[in-house]
């Protein structure tokens, strides 16, 4: 069981997440004083706000019992980015990250966005507001899970990464309107496989070709599921070191509809349209010399880049059930 050594949590809104975080808070605030806990309530506007603020907090205001994200999954990528980087454990592209000097303040993911996959991956869809009154009172462990980094830019993954029809259907569902929720993200990728045309792509893990040809989707990862219902990458384990890919090769809308029923179970890997490894490190680049449509963590890549790298970077601490559920 994880011990909670200090009486105060840190929470972390993103105020414009789309699961109403105001009344996530509210529920987050009754929760943490119901058990005799102190919140301090941080509202950073921006991603680069959220890390700073989270570091400099956790580097020097604690000791904190956990450090929670109120928000979607790039609410929580940011917040864990600077939980990671207030405990030093997070080094610059090519050097080692020191030793932590502080007390390790567990993540607690609140789900207020749209996927939600971070909190699917550890505590499947158990009601939050009681997963957190556990893990406040011992009943749960802490797990160091793994950070991935874009080598490109430095820019730090929590969920996992994508190229192809995953990203497509982030772009189209920023125009959806009158649906939330996985409903949303189930929509757009309808409209996107509608959309969608296979593109050249070579995919490399430690150096090795995987897959060369034409791609619907390269995904990446971390979390086993995206958009809250796709099981891509079925055996990644959340804290092993390792990243998981996963490759459809190209196949028309037909094909990807057939096949996507085996995607929501997991049970894709081994069948032809679809290659599969670990690794630490993971290579997509378009062949064509095109910009990658690219995403990780529900943001779209805002960059043209042809060719990313993802690798393993560092760990962050999380609450997690006593037994893993996903990963």
């Not at 119901?34 to 921006?46: D, H, I, K």
């Not at 966005?113 to 009154?133: F, I, K, M, Q």
């Amino acid at each position: 069981m994880a011990s909670v050594p200090a009486e105060r949590v840190l929470v972390v809104v993103n105020a414009v997440a789309r699961g109403g975080p105001a009344l996530l808070l509210d529920e987050v605030l009754q929760v943490s004083r119901a058990l005799g806990f102190e919140a301090v309530v941080l509202e950073p506007q921006g991603s680069d706000r959220s890390i700073a603020e989270v570091a400099d907090a956790v580097a020097g205001g604690g000791p904190w019992a956990t450090v929670v994200a109120v928000g979607g999954d790039g609410s929580v990528r940011a917040v864990a980015e600077g939980l990671a980087r207030g405990l030093r454990r997070l080094g610059t592209p090519g050097s080692a990250a020191e030793m932590p000097s502080t007390p390790a303040p567990p993540l607690f993911v609140v789900p207020g966005g749209t996927g939600n996959s971070v909190y699917r991956a550890l505590w499947e869809d158990h009601p939050w507001s009681e997963v957190l009154a556990g893990a406040l009172t011992g009943h749960a462990r802490v797990r160091d899970l793994d950070l991935l980094r874009i080598a490109e830019t430095g820019s730090i993954v929590l969920l996992g990464a994508s190229a192809g029809l995953v990203a497509e259907a982030v772009r189209v569902s920023e125009r959806l309107e009158g649906v939330e929720g996985r409903d949303r993200y189930q929509a757009a990728a309808i409209t996107a496989l509608e959309e969608h045309t296979p593109f050249p792509a070579r995919v490399k893990v430690d150096g090795a070709t995987l897959h060369e040809g034409p791609s619907t989707l390269v995904a990446v990862g971390g979390a086993r599921h995206r958009a809250g219902t796709f099981q891509l990458l079925p055996l990644s384990v959340l804290d092993d070191g390792l990243l998981d890919v996963c490759v459809i090769r190209g196949v028309d809308a037909g094909a990807f509809v057939e096949l996507a029923g085996v995607v929501t179970a997991g049970e894709h890997v081994g069948r032809p349209e679809v290659a599969y490894a670990q690794g630490r490190a993971v290579t997509i680049e378009r062949t064509d010399g095109a910009p990658l449509t690219f995403e990780h963590d529900g943001d779209l890549w805002d960059r043209r880049d042809s060719a990313l790298t993802i690798e393993v970077a560092a760990t962050v601490p999380a609450f997690a059930p006593l037994r893993a559920l996903a990963g």
